[in-house]
């Protein structure tokens, strides 16, 4: 319900809301996703100078790239944040990691989005970690803007690419721009809806403005400067137009088709395009789903953006994103009304109010305080705990999103401490990591040592090295017996009960505490089941703090 307001006001509150555009940037790992991030800071403004990703001497690095060991590997480990404006609109830009080992960490990004930008090596396609994160998009039929990148590459043929990533996506590709040659003979895009061709250039310090720009209608000059080049491209982007539908602007946003766009994000050719199709094409924030027990029965209800109703859902916690103040902040997506400074704000799975010391928009480390906000923004808050993972925070209106999810683990290692001094940094470290989702922290209900929980092996060189780094704990991980788990509820608790007493040294406690069966082969679950048929094992749940008797 849109608050009581004047005419004026409520206007400027509509307008605040369809001018934002909130999206993630996607890809496999090197296929250039967050040197397309800092193009697209560059562009609009947001950075005067884009870093270098893998310069490891170099004083710059990515702007995304904020924790030390990003900028020592040259990789993404953790989704990053930033803000910026462009063509009057607020655009709220997600980077995520493409390393499969961070996937969870991606997953949780993609629901605090309306839009994803896919970004595509042209010289190896659709590789298996798109294929991942295409999947989690195509389930929330979140609509995808492709972007093919390193054109000026030794690549594969353009009509492969986009019969590839139709196949990929199960959706039609629409070219909106077209390469013409490719490696050392790249020589531009042609734009199909402007019918002009941009000339390449390479070097990273060029601007949109430095390229030139040929009219279609100069197509003699265009086959006497660019030959048989030219000539192939007009034929194959014929053949690929002839081939794939009109544009449709509301098949795109129901998830039905996928515009593409051309270019090389390192030499800031072809980004342009992709930052004002974000504008034009992309939507503005969008309804989502609140569900609620009321009398023990889900009541689900779509919450529109321009609701007034202030409300928010957070998808990342990050903890010492400042070390010298040892702060955590809670990375809230607003999905509807308006936050502005003072307001009396409610976490709905505690009930409790939460009175954050800061709030803050980003770009990606820098911070500036929220003098106010709208949904689909992106915002930060400032806490010292409370606050999970799923977490819905209100103005007071009982609602609980949903879709934030928490994957089983498949790697399980046990923590030794080096120093057994440092116990209690250790289990602030674990708790507060285990809390913002950079691993799963397990505490065998039996006691002994802590169990970490990981989708991929990576995700325990980064959680060692923190601890070492934020909160001085040495320790040594080391294998264990476990290789899974799975997390349980019951119709009742007095099965709960007996099921815990049957297997007490199988159960442990989770970040949310929720409580969770190990598995030390594939066959533990199944023979579990038979025993106890009424007993609920879950591969994935759904949001920080869900309770046992709910779930059931």
Same mark, same amino acid.
């Given at each position: 319900?849109?608050?009581?307001?004047?005419e004026s006001?409520m206007?400027?509150?509509?307008q605040?809301?369809?001018?934002?555009r909130?999206f993630a940037?996607?890809?496999?790992?090197d296929?250039?996703?967050?040197?397309l991030?800092?193009k697209l800071l560059?562009f609009s403004?947001?950075?005067?100078?884009?870093?270098s990703?893998?310069?490891?001497k170099?004083?710059?690095?990515?702007?995304?790239?904020?924790?030390?060991?990003?900028k020592q590997?040259?990789i993404s480990?953790?989704s990053?944040?930033?803000?910026?404006?462009y063509?009057?609109?607020?655009?709220n830009l997600l980077d995520?990691?493409g390393?499969?080992?961070?996937s969870e960490d991606t997953?949780r990004?993609?629901?605090a989005v309306?839009s994803?930008l896919m970004v595509?090596?042209?010289?190896?396609?659709?590789e298996a970690?798109?294929?991942?994160?295409i999947?989690?998009?195509?389930?929330?039929?979140?609509?995808?803007?492709t972007?093919?990148?390193k054109m000026?590459?030794?690549?594969?043929?353009?009509?492969?690419?986009?019969?590839?990533?139709?196949?990929?996506l199960?959706?039609p590709?629409?070219?909106m721009?077209?390469?013409?040659?490719?490696?050392k003979?790249f020589?531009g895009?042609?734009d199909?809806?402007?019918q002009a061709?941009?000339v390449?250039?390479?070097g990273?310090?060029?601007?949109p403005?430095d390229f030139?720009?040929?009219?279609l209608?100069?197509?003699a000059?265009l086959?006497?400067?660019f030959?048989?080049?030219?000539a192939?491209a007009?034929?194959?982007?014929e053949?690929?137009?002839?081939?794939?539908?009109?544009f449709d602007?509301?098949a795109?946003?129901?998830g039905?088709?996928?515009p593409v766009?051309f270019?090389?994000?390192?030499?800031?050719f072809?980004?342009m395009?992709?930052?004002d199709?974000?504008?034009d094409?992309?939507p503005?924030?969008?309804?989502?789903t609140?569900?609620?027990?009321?009398n023990?029965?889900?009541?689900?209800?779509e919450?529109?953006?321009e609701?007034?109703?202030?409300?928010g859902v957070?998808f990342k916690?990050q903890?010492?994103?400042?070390?010298?103040?040892r702060?955590?902040?809670?990375f809230?997506?607003v999905?509807?009304g308006?936050?502005s400074?003072g307001?009396?704000?409610?976490?709905?799975?505690t009930?409790k109010?939460?009175?954050p010391?800061?709030?803050?928009?980003f770009?990606s480390?820098r911070?500036e305080?929220v003098?106010?906000?709208?949904?689909g923004?992106?915002?930060?808050?400032t806490?010292?705990?409370?606050?999970q993972l799923?977490?819905t925070?209100?103005?007071?209106a009982?609602?609980q999103?949903?879709?934030?999810?928490?994957f089983?683990?498949e790697?399980f290692?046990?923590?030794?401490?080096?120093?057994p001094?440092?116990t209690k940094q250790l289990?602030?470290?674990?708790a507060?990591l285990g809390?913002e989702?950079a691993?799963?922290?397990?505490?065998?209900?039996?006691g002994g040592?802590?169990?970490?929980?990981?989708?991929?092996?990576l995700q325990?060189?980064?959680v060692?090295?923190r601890l070492k780094?934020?909160?001085?704990c /040495? %320790? +040594? *991980?080391?294998?264990?017996q476990?290789t899974?788990?799975?997390?349980?509820?019951?119709?009742?608790p #007095?099965? &709960?009960?007996?099921?815990?007493?049957a297997?007490?040294a199988?159960?442990?406690?989770d970040?949310?505490n929720?409580?969770?069966?190990?598995c030390?082969s594939?066959? /533990? %679950? +199944? *023979?579990?089941?038979e025993?106890?048929?009424?007993i609920?094992?879950h591969?994935?749940?759904e949001h #920080?703090? &869900?309770?046992?008797?709910?779930?059931?």
């Amino acid at each position: 319900m849109i608050p009581d307001l004047p005419e004026s006001s409520m206007s400027t509150y509509l307008q605040e809301v369809r001018r934002r555009r909130t999206f993630a940037i996607i890809s496999h790992p090197d296929a250039g996703k967050t040197t397309l991030t800092e193009k697209l800071l560059l562009f609009s403004g947001a950075i005067q100078i884009a870093g270098s990703v893998k310069a490891r001497k170099a004083s710059r690095h990515a702007t995304s790239d904020w924790m030390e060991i990003e900028k020592q590997r040259g990789i993404s480990v953790a989704s990053s944040v930033m803000q910026m404006l462009y063509r009057e609109h607020v655009i709220n830009l997600l980077d995520t990691p493409g390393h499969k080992d961070f996937s969870e960490d991606t997953y949780r990004v993609l629901t605090a989005v309306d839009s994803a930008l896919m970004v595509i090596d042209a010289a190896n396609g659709v590789e298996a970690q798109t294929r991942r994160l295409i999947e989690v998009c195509r389930q929330r039929d979140t609509p995808i803007i492709t972007f093919v990148n390193k054109m000026d590459r030794e690549v594969r043929d353009p009509l492969d690419i986009l019969d590839e990533v139709e196949r990929e996506l199960g959706m039609p590709c629409v070219p909106m721009t077209w390469p013409v040659g490719q490696g050392k003979s790249f020589g531009g895009i042609i734009d199909l809806r402007t019918q002009a061709m941009k000339v390449f250039e390479a070097g990273s310090e060029r601007r949109p403005q430095d390229f030139e720009t040929i009219p279609l209608s100069e197509q003699a000059a265009l086959s006497d400067r660019f030959g048989h080049d030219f000539a192939t491209a007009l034929e194959s982007m014929e053949l690929a137009t002839g081939a794939s539908p009109q544009f449709d602007r509301e098949a795109f946003l129901a998830g039905k088709q996928t515009p593409v766009f051309f270019g090389s994000g390192v030499n800031n050719f072809g980004v342009m395009e992709v930052l004002d199709a974000l504008v034009d094409l992309a939507p503005s924030p969008r309804a989502r789903t609140s569900s609620l027990l009321v009398n023990k029965q889900p009541v689900v209800k779509e919450i529109a953006a321009e609701d007034g109703t202030f409300s928010g859902v957070v998808f990342k916690v990050q903890a010492n994103m400042d070390p010298s103040h040892r702060d955590r902040i809670a990375f809230v997506r607003v999905a509807s009304g308006r936050y502005s400074p003072g307001m009396k704000l409610k976490v709905q799975r505690t009930a409790k109010e939460l009175r954050p010391t800061s709030v803050v928009t980003f770009l990606s480390q820098r911070r500036e305080a929220v003098e106010e906000a709208y949904a689909g923004d992106i915002i930060g808050f400032t806490t010292h705990g409370g606050v999970q993972l799923g977490d819905t925070i209100t103005d007071g209106a009982a609602l609980q999103y949903t879709g934030l999810p928490f994957f089983a683990p498949e790697l399980f290692m046990t923590v030794v401490l080096k120093n057994p001094l440092r116990t209690k940094q250790l289990q602030t470290g674990l708790a507060q990591l285990g809390e913002e989702g950079a691993i799963q922290v397990f505490r065998p209900e039996m006691g002994g040592a802590m169990l970490l929980g990981a989708v991929g092996q990576l995700q325990f060189e980064v959680v060692q090295h923190r601890l070492k780094a934020e909160y001085d704990c /040495d %320790v +040594r *991980l080391e294998s264990c017996q476990y290789t899974g788990a799975r997390w349980i509820t019951a119709d009742t608790p #007095a099965e &709960l009960r007996e099921f815990v007493n049957a297997y007490p040294a199988r159960m442990a406690q989770d970040a949310a505490n929720t409580l969770a069966y190990l598995c030390t082969s594939p066959y /533990d %679950v +199944r *023979l579990a089941q038979e025993r106890f048929p009424k007993i609920h094992f879950h591969p994935l749940r759904e949001h #920080a703090g &869900l309770s046992l008797q709910s779930a059931a």
